[in-house]
RNA sequence: GGCCCGUUGGUCAAGCGGCUAAGACACCGCCCUUUCACGGCGGUAACGCGAGUUCGAUUCUCGCACGGGUCACCA
């Protein structure tokens, strides 16, 4: 068969040539050993937590030696894509402390080797795709109008579900096989007829025999040989991910690709591709998958309407974003924690991510550990740090709570915030912006309300005596010290002890000890059966309210 | 069903032929503390099973089991 001719039936219009195309695409200039690295998501809704671990993967890498990260659309599916979509993900990523060098940004796209929306590069895979056909490697494949819309129309996945997958196997090989077989004239003619065609790449390897392939993770792998025609092209003339992905990454320098496991198993498509075109395949990286754990224990696969799945959850549980990242990275590296411990003021970009750190199992999305980052984040923020993000979370998803805070003033939230912070071993006491709204709410009139009740045991008419007492001595100028002997003076008339050793080894002897006088006036002034330090609290509220607070609970008693 | 990948405590995980099998989270206990919390100390808890190689296997090999992925003109 005449492949040139067959080439110039198919791809009739005028197309730059090969090399024109690769002199347009040079080898980038870096310093050795940089990585260039790529974002590759299909257009087709919010950004998935597990889109996140290949991101932080893929930045990390290029940026830690000094080569590029790009973010690349891949909308080659018109039916599933969804309309701005790329832009909320930019936007999400950059949120999370992903910046990409290139490739499709917030204000357009920047760089040499573009452009990095699939949809716009038709004419390059089709110099490519025409080369192959030239060189007798690829075929097309005719639907009439009728087939297509089938194609399109046609759940693939249910139907595969309940196949035969034996007898489904040989009829797709022979159906493969009979495709190959085809006569110049019939392509005229069906060009002729209007009809549209796919174009496949012929597979040359043999299914049972295995291949040696590197993984960077797992190491070194054994696939069998593709022995599967490979789609090129589909029936609209827009490549499908396997030569996109071939000929972008080669035009565009990637070195390494990071991407789901779900790809392991196409790989040697992928690879033959590479061989076909004479290009040299990038290093792979294959993620697994985050799972989480159902209700009845087992694990399943992390999907779009667990909690947790959607980055955005994050934002309006009050998360920040650092604390997720940093949480991605425990979990993508386990001495990350170690490195955090050891460096609480460096930038995380600072630690030394380590590919062969990573794990090839997958991993469990743990929210108590997510808890706890997050608290170990917040607490070595300033205060200064932690009002401005937390009134800006308050105003998008509190805004009554931000209104609250607007009535007493900014020095007075950082007052609160301040309690505990700084120092060697700052207070975790909220991982969270929900938490610190929960934690602040005493402070403020409009939001302070008694929530706890006392202990079962308690005597009120012990409360109401000693909150009497405790509103006759109070004296907003006492230090700490003698604030507390006040406190302890209470004691003794109401048959309480003062001293906590005395009454762990004497408890017979007493009503209760200053523990429950504490306690008494605690749930008076803040609510609540825990707060942070009862002086610091009085004085940051100050003497007028945590009088007034008191005498409302004895007129309530 | 074929093929591929994976399997250390509840979770994330060190380990890479010989260890009392790290650490972190969670859980529990004790201590500190005016309570709770924070913090400190400690505890419960693991190499999926069966062969083989070896003086010796968590570590290497092979089966099996389990989990996951994949088998589209989707990515």
Redesign the pocket.
């Known amino acids: 068969m005449d492949y040139k001719y067959l080439a110039s039936l198919l791809f009739p219009q005028p197309l730059p040539s090969a090399d024109e195309i690769e002199a347009k695409y040079p080898p980038r200039s870096l310093p050795e050993g940089a990585a260039v690295t790529r974002f590759?998501?299909?257009p087709t809704g919010y950004v998935h937590f597990g889109g996140l671990f290949p991101t932080t993967v893929d930045e990390r890498l290029a940026h830690q030696s000094g080569g590029v990260c790009y973010l690349r659309i891949?909308d080659?599916?018109s039916r599933?894509e969804v309309k701005g979509a790329a832009e909320a993900l930019v936007k999400t990523l950059a949120h999370y402390g992903i910046k990409f060098d290139e490739g499709v940004t917030e204000t357009g796209e920047v760089g040499a080797y573009g452009p990095y929306t699939q949809s716009k590069r038709a004419k390059i895979y089709h110099v490519f795709a025409k080369r192959l056909v030239e060189e007798g490697r690829a075929y097309p494949?005719f639907?009439t109008d009728e087939?297509?819309e089938e194609?399109k129309t046609a759940d693939?996945?249910a139907e595969?579900k309940s196949v035969d997958?034996?007898a489904d196997?040989g009829a797709?090989r022979e159906a493969m096989l009979a495709r190959r077989n085809f006569t110049i004239e019939q392509v005229e003619q069906e060009l002729a007829a209007g009809h549209?065609f796919?174009l496949f790449a012929i597979a040359e390897g043999d299914g049972t025999r295995?291949r040696k392939v590197n993984d960077l993770v797992?190491?070194a792998?054994?696939?069998?040989e593709n022995d599967e025609d490979i789609?090129l092209l589909?029936?609209?003339g827009?490549p499908?991910?396997h030569f996109a992905h071939v000929v972008d990454d080669h035009l565009m320098r990637t070195t390494h690709v990071i991407r789901g496991?779900?790809?392991?198993?196409?790989l040697p498509k992928h690879l033959q591709l590479f061989s076909y075109m004479g290009w040299k395949p990038p290093k792979y990286i294959h993620i697994?998958?985050i799972?989480r754990?159902d209700e009845g224990g087992?694990?399943?696969?992390l999907s779009k309407r667990d909690m947790g799945a959607n980055l955005d959850d994050y934002s309006r549980l009050g998360y920040c974003p650092l604390a997720v990242t940093e949480y991605v990275m425990?979990?993508l590296n386990?001495n990350y924690?170690?490195w955090r411990a050891q460096n609480p003021d460096k930038p995380y970009t600072d630690f030394p991510f380590n590919v062969k750190?990573m794990?090839?199992?997958?991993?469990?999305f743990?929210l108590?550990?997510l808890?706890?980052v997050a608290k170990n984040v917040v607490s070595r923020m300033t205060a200064d740090d932690v009002y401005k993000q937390f009134y800006a979370w308050a105003k998008e998803y509190a805004p009554d709570f931000a209104s609250v805070v607007d009535t007493m003033g900014e020095d007075y939230a950082k007052s609160i915030i301040s309690i505990?912070r700084g120092g060697k071993?700052p207070?975790?006491?909220y991982g969270t912006w929900v938490e610190l709204q929960s934690f602040m709410k005493p402070f403020y009139d409009e939001t302070f309300q008694v929530e706890d009740d006392y202990p079962e045991n308690t005597d009120l008419h012990d409360i109401k005596s000693a909150l009497e007492m405790f509103a006759e001595t109070y004296d907003d100028g006492d230090d700490?010290g003698a604030w507390?002997e006040k406190?302890k003076a209470i004691c003794a008339p109401l048959g309480y002890c003062a001293d906590?050793k005395e009454y762990k080894s004497n408890a017979d002897a007493y009503r209760g000890s200053?523990?429950d006088i504490?306690?008494m006036i605690?749930v008076a002034v803040t609510g609540r059966?825990?707060?942070?330090?009862?002086?610091t609290v009085m004085h940051i509220i100050g003497a007028e309210r945590t009088l007034s607070r008191v005498s409302a609970m004895i007129n309530k008693l």
Not at 359 to 364: D, E, P, T, V, Y
């Open positions: 590759a998501p299909s891949e080659t599916d599933r494949v639907s087939e297509l194609i693939k996945k595969l997958w034996e196997a797709r549209k796919a295995k797992r190491g792998l054994e696939l069998p789609v589909k029936s609209d827009i499908t991910y496991e779900e790809w392991l198993p196409s697994s998958q799972m754990l087992s694990k399943k696969k425990t979990l386990s924690e170690e750190k794990s090839a199992s997958g991993c469990l743990d108590h550990k808890d706890d505990g071993k207070r975790r006491d700490a507390f406190i906590m200053v523990a504490s306690m605690r059966l825990n707060s942070p330090d009862l002086y």
